[in-house]
């Protein structure tokens, strides 16, 4: 399914930052059905370098 940019499109509708996309990943589905940790079982993953991303920026934001 091709990227229709809509994320990015709300964003600035709204005028608030997109913090990262998420690449879509079947493993973070099947983490999910199974009950584990998808950050755990794959860390070093792209996926999950940009939930981390999501994370921290929420955090940093929270701080100010």
């Known amino acids: 399914m091709p990227n229709s ?6 964003c600035e ?3 608030v930052d997109l913090i990262t996309k ?5 493993k973070l589905l099947d983490s999910c059905d ?3 940790c998808y950050l755990k ?6 996926t999950s370098e940009a939930f981390l991303k999501i994370a ?7 701080k100010k």
Request: aromatic residues 6%.
């Open 5 to 10: 940019g809509g994320a990015k499109k709300m």
């Open 13 to 15: 509708e709204f005028n």
């Open 22 to 26: 998420i690449p879509l990943d079947p």
């Open 34 to 36: 199974k009950g584990k």
């Open 41 to 46: 079982e794959y860390p070093e993953s792209k």
């Open 56 to 62: 921290e920026t929420v955090i940093n934001k929270c």
